[in-house]
């Protein structure tokens, strides 16, 4: 990992370095943005006539003394603020793999603008070099990063900005790993691994178990593969917890629609469709790394879709952990299948707030393109996640539920069916309606339901265009910075 290192000061121009200087434009000339290096070579350095840009992200090097290298990186026009920060220190990072180590001397108002540098410096370096065949050699040789700033960071704030890298870089391999080596119990083992230093516990339901405990969504789903479904809860339970939050993903490590085909081309990418499951569990992990006073279950629904002769068909009814029973018309949409058991089980609990993330609809990708979530669900849960999502500078959009679209889940046999055959209007919002018959009561005369929030990642989950800012290619491990706000704000 990348050593991560805040500074007032810094000895510049030495051998194996790169400075970032932020380019603006200052009627319409091009000025470098403040900085604390003092150098009469840097001052006199012609920003036209090297090329720099002053547009978000553009980057140029500048060979500078002693071996060193300037690297005059475009700002843009909003305000330098945390969230820009996080986003142009990612994108010098990628700019800059090659270089042993990076420093940023960038304007900061306080240490939070500092770690935010560091953040997302560590974030833009991510790559996954393990299924390199013959060419195994990664492109990445930064050792650090150093972000200058009057500011003093402290050490648990870099202990942090460490924690949370970790667990994104975490869900970034693991959304990335192919489906032929991820798929159920493969997933349940890495959770088994990972959580052993950690002391949380961990309960691993196999379909044996997923059929006696009534789990009919999970094993429905799963029916079809040669790999069988699994379900992994976590729990993290520190002492003097007063708050109980739950985590639910979906974890399909493979969705090819099942005997509702998906067709070639919609097909490719389905191995991001275990996103929210990986994105909840590091989430769960970071929360527990900094020891949050927040009691937090997991629950992980994994499955492969797969078409085959014990696939669940078209048609089907099937019983969910609550007692209801869904009629299944498309086995494509399966995600609302096992989240209905994972939200049911969830609920049992009574958990303070529940919290789902999912891959969930194509529809919430045509609704808000691939740099947004959709946020649905009950009120004070849309305030929390909303105030979250702000905090951390991730982008989420909240959807209403209208209660009109309800009667198209009608079943005449079953409580609901799983899907409205031919309709294309408001997707998101039902695939939000059909989880929300899962969310338990909170309480005992069943009066009032559990606060609950519907995230639909199947926009952000992945990003299959170029990289931006911190947001590398592949999995990008959005909202997990979201969910570990959410438990701070519960914390408090
Ligand atoms: N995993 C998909 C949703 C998806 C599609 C995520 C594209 C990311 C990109 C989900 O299981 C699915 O197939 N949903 C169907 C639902 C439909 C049958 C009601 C969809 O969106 O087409
Ligand atoms: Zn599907
Ligand atoms: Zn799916």
């Not at 350095?45 to 840009?53: Q, T, V």
């Not at 330098?80 to 994108?91: K, M, P, S, Y």
């Not at 970034?172 to 959580?195: E, Q």
């Not at 068909?313 to 869904?326: A, H």
Request: aromatic share 4%; hydrophobic share 45%; glycine share 10%.
């Amino acid at each position: 990992m990348i050593k991560l290192t805040a500074t007032a000061k810094v000895a510049a121009f030495t051998k194996n370095q790169a400075i970032v200087i932020g380019v603006k434009s200052v009627s319409k000339k091009l000025q470098l943005v403040e900085h604390t290096i003092d150098s009469a070579w840097l001052s006199e350095l012609n920003l036209e006539a090297l090329g720099a840009s002053a547009k978000a992200e553009s980057i140029i090097r500048v060979s500078a003394p002693n071996g060193s290298v300037v690297a005059l990186i475009g700002v843009g026009n909003d305000e330098l603020d945390e969230d820009n920060l996080r986003e142009l220190a990612g994108a010098a990072a990628r700019a800059l793999g090659s270089i042993e180590n990076i420093v940023f001397d960038l304007p900061t108002s306080d240490a939070r603008d500092a770690a935010a540098i560091l953040e997302g410096a560590a974030l833009g370096q991510y790559e996954l070099t393990t299924y390199k065949g013959t060419d195994s050699t990664g492109s990445i040789k930064t050792k650090s990063v150093t972000v200058v700033s009057a500011h003093k960071v402290s050490a648990a704030a870099i202990a942090k900005v460490n924690i949370v890298v970790e667990s994104i870089r975490a869900t970034r391999d693991l959304v990335n790993t192919p489906p032929n080596v991820l798929f159920p119990a493969a997933f349940a083992n890495i959770v088994a691994k990972r959580v052993k230093p950690l002391n949380l516990e961990v309960q691993v339901w196999d379909e044996k178990a997923l059929a006696k405990d009534g789990f009919g969504g999970i094993l429905a789903v799963g029916g079809g593969s040669s790999r069988p479904p699994r379900l992994v809860k976590i729990d993290y339970r520190p002492k003097g917890a007063k708050k109980h939050l739950a985590l639910v993903g979906k974890g399909i490590t493979f969705d090819s629609g099942g005997l509702s085909l998906k067709p070639a081309e919609g097909m490719v990418g389905m191995k991001y469709d275990m996103t929210g499951a990986a994105t909840v569990f590091e989430a769960l992990v970071t929360i527990a790394k900094l020891a949050l006073p927040v009691h937090v279950t997991a629950w992980l629904c994994l499955a492969e879709n797969m078409p085959s002769g014990t696939a669940q068909r078209p048609n089907d009814i099937i019983k969910v952990r609550n007692g209801k029973t869904i009629e299944v018309l498309n086995t494509d949409a399966e995600g609302r299948l096992v989240l209905a058991d994972g939200l049911s089980a969830a609920s049992e609990e009574k958990p303070d707030l529940i919290i789902d993330v999912a891959t969930l609809t194509g529809a919430a990708t045509i609704a808000l393109g691939n740099r947004y979530a959709g946020l649905m669900g009950t009120s004070e849960a849309i305030s929390a996640v909303e105030a979250a999502a702000f905090d951390t500078g991730e982008l989420v959009w909240h959807m209403p539920l209208p209660a009109e679209l309800r009667s198209l889940l009608n079943s005449d046999l079953a409580d609901i069916a799983n899907v409205k055959i031919g309709n294309r209007a408001g997707g998101m919002l039902i695939a939000g309606l059909f989880l929300r018959e899962f969310i338990g009561f909170a309480d005992k005369r069943n009066e009032k339901k559990i606060e609950w929030a519907h995230l639909d990642i199947a926009g952000p989950a992945n990003n299959d265009a170029a990289p931006y800012g911190h947001t590398t290619k592949g999995g990008t491990g959005v909202m997990l910075r979201t969910l570990v706000s959410v438990a701070e704000g519960m914390a408090r």
